[in-house]
């Protein structure tokens, strides 16, 4: 596909963030009852209400879906184009009123993310881009760091992780590591050049992650897996084991930096 052929994706993709917004205006942040899943993970009535309408917008005959608050459906499988999306990631933050939380849209085609759309409500930024086309940033083109080195870099890490102690072994680096929630929230911000870099050693689905990573990619940016390659989506088991991401300059000083943190799981099979 020719990137134009992705402005109507784009449209849907938009159309999709600014519905939400609408679902956004019925909650207050922080003024919110949450469920609890298994795992310990909060869901909440706005995380029910996003899905749908994030389906209703987005979902077209003959694509396939897969959504944190949708029962999988394996005919995805069988689809070259899927949406991958999170309704709602940074809920945590969200029930708490910590305004890091977002609207996370991703299109893969092929098993490969190409067009994502990320909105944050809270502070009114949305991010915007496909292949071929790069990126907008509230609706002005935008790019990644185009730093050197990590050197007085800007690192945004995983609130959680942070608490369980799993930035310790980087705090004595010449970055700045900023605790943030909302991981999709965090590859937009890296994608237009807010922060240098962020990375997760923990699993991620891809809910979490592909829209981000396409926004990461659009833009010029570096992604990588834990096993240092491309991140390819719409797989049977959606758990990844960890990303990485940054302005395209960084990608050496970020692998060997974390290359020796790295423990690998078990393969998905």
Request: hydrophobic share 40%.
């Amino acid at each position: 596909m020719h990137s134009n052929s992705y402005a109507q994706i784009l449209e849907r993709i938009h159309a999709a963030l600014e519905a939400s917004r609408a679902v956004f205006a019925r909650f207050t942040p922080g003024e919110i009852d949450a469920e609890y899943k298994a795992g310990h993970d909060p869901v909440t009535e706005a995380d029910r209400a996003l899905d749908a309408v994030l389906r209703k917008e987005l979902l077209r005959e003959g694509e396939g879906w897969l959504s944190e608050e949708s029962v999988d459906d394996p005919i995805r499988l069988q689809r070259s184009r899927v949406w991958v999306v999170d309704s709602l990631d940074g809920t945590r933050e969200f029930v708490q009123g910590i305004p890091e939380f977002c609207v996370s849209i991703g299109l893969v085609e092929n098993g490969r993310p190409v067009a994502g759309g990320i909105c944050n409500p809270a502070t009114n930024e949305v991010f915007l881009g496909s292949v071929g086309s790069g990126i907008t940033y509230n609706g002005k083109p935008a790019r990644p760091s185009q730093r050197r080195s990590l050197d007085g870099a800007l690192v945004l890490a995983s609130r959680s992780e942070v608490k369980r102690g799993e930035w310790k072994q980087f705090e004595n680096g010449l970055f700045k590591i900023q605790a943030m929630g909302s991981v999709a929230y965090k590859l937009a911000l890296v994608s237009a050049g807010l922060a240098d870099v962020t990375f997760t050693l923990t699993p991620k689905n891809e809910w979490d992650v592909v829209a981000g990573a396409a926004l990461v990619h659009a833009a010029g940016g570096f992604v990588s897996t834990l096993e240092k390659t491309g991140l390819t989506a719409n797989r049977r088991d959606p758990l990844l084991s960890g990303l990485l991401a940054s302005g395209p300059f960084l990608q050496d000083e970020l692998l060997s930096l974390v290359g020796p943190h790295i423990r690998m799981a078990e393969p998905a099979r």
